[in-house]
């Protein structure tokens, strides 16, 4: 399998002159990790993590080093410690140089990429411009989806990830940035987080429409944006009461 197969299209992304307090809300209202930074056109200019905001000056995190080691880092580290602790802005805080992967990279390489450099996400890019998102998140979806079954990749399978995209794009009430189907054999499996239930059963109806499909697994979660509450679907709920 490749990151085609598996990224997340719809990203959501922020601008670098945008507020720290912007992107902290955008990462908790998604339930994501990271934010891709992108210019007018798209480009990609670093990324942005709940690591970055571990050390910060309003939380009095910030770190507190012996005047010795102070002197041994030298003013330009520390000058550039306090411009990631101190500054209000995306592009003080964000990472610049970003490890990106492409859409025909094979899962294998991302793997080992993730391991090697101990991060949780790629962003896709095509011609340095962003077309996806690739996280561990993804990997585990599609290892659900082929976990029992012998390995038959098939083009309809794409096909029909395309097709299922092309018509959520299309549709002005569809949560498009947190929707990630996983298909195999013609089998579509729903995954991500809705803010209506009634997305639930459009998003169903939606994967079933398509061509080439021949079932629809159900793994929405259900986020009330008012109380919090997170609710599963049917048979996803009937297994966690089960185990």
Same mark, same amino acid.
């Given at each position: 399998?490749? !990151?085609?197969?598996?990224?997340?299209?719809? !990203?959501? &992304?922020?601008?670098?002159? @945008?507020?720290?307090?912007?992107?902290?809300?955008?990462?908790?209202?998604?339930?994501?990790?990271?934010?891709?930074?992108?210019?007018?056109?798209? #480009?990609?200019?670093?990324?942005?993590?709940?690591?970055?905001?571990?050390?910060?000056?309003?939380?009095? &995190?910030?770190r507190?080093?012996?005047?010795?080691?102070?002197?041994?880092?030298?003013?330009?580290?520390?000058?550039?410690?306090? !411009?990631? &602790?101190?500054?209000?802005?995306?592009?003080?805080?964000?990472?610049?140089?970003?490890?990106?992967?492409?859409?025909?990279?094979?899962?294998?390489?991302?793997?080992?990429?993730?391991?090697?450099?101990?991060?949780k996400?790629?962003?896709?890019?095509?011609?340095?411009?962003?077309?996806?998102?690739?996280?561990? @998140?993804?990997?585990?979806?599609?290892?659900?989806?082929?976990?029992?079954?012998v390995?038959?990749?098939?083009? #309809?399978?794409?096909?029909?990830? =395309? @097709?299922?995209?092309?018509?959520?794009?299309?549709?002005?009430?569809?949560?498009?940035?947190?929707? #990630?189907?996983?298909?195999?054999?013609?089998?579509?499996?729903?995954?991500? #987080?809705?803010? =209506?239930?009634?997305?639930?059963?459009?998003?169903?109806?939606?994967?079933?429409?398509?061509?080439?499909?021949?079932?629809?697994? =159900?793994?929405?979660?259900?986020?009330?944006?008012?109380?919090?509450?997170?609710g599963?679907?049917?048979?996803?709920e009937?297994k966690?009461?089960?185990?």
């Amino acid at each position: 399998m490749k !990151v085609a197969d598996v990224m997340t299209r719809q !990203v959501v &992304t922020i601008d670098k002159d @945008a507020p720290i307090g912007t992107a902290a809300r955008l990462l908790l209202e998604h339930r994501i990790s990271g934010l891709p930074v992108v210019d007018g056109a798209g #480009n990609l200019e670093g990324i942005i993590t709940e690591g970055d905001f571990l050390r910060r000056a309003e939380t009095g &995190t910030q770190r507190r080093r012996p005047r010795w080691l102070e002197f041994l880092l030298g003013p330009g580290r520390l000058a550039q410690e306090y !411009v990631h &602790t101190h500054g209000r802005r995306v592009a003080d805080v964000m990472t610049r140089r970003v490890h990106t992967v492409a859409e025909d990279t094979p899962l294998e390489v991302v793997v080992r990429r993730m391991e090697k450099h101990r991060i949780k996400r790629f962003p896709v890019v095509q011609d340095g411009k962003l077309v996806g998102i690739v996280s561990r @998140a993804n990997l585990l979806r599609a290892l659900a989806a082929v976990a029992q079954e012998v390995p038959n990749s098939d083009e #309809n399978d794409s096909r029909i990830r =395309d @097709a299922f995209f092309t018509e959520l794009e299309r549709q002005p009430w569809a949560p498009r940035t947190s929707i #990630n189907p996983v298909v195999r054999n013609g089998v579509v499996e729903l995954w991500g #987080n809705i803010f =209506d239930e009634r997305e639930r059963e459009a998003l169903c109806v939606m994967a079933r429409n398509l061509c080439g499909v021949k079932d629809v697994q =159900d793994h929405l979660v259900w986020i009330d944006p008012t109380s919090g509450f997170i609710g599963l679907s049917a048979e996803d709920e009937k297994k966690r009461t089960a185990g």
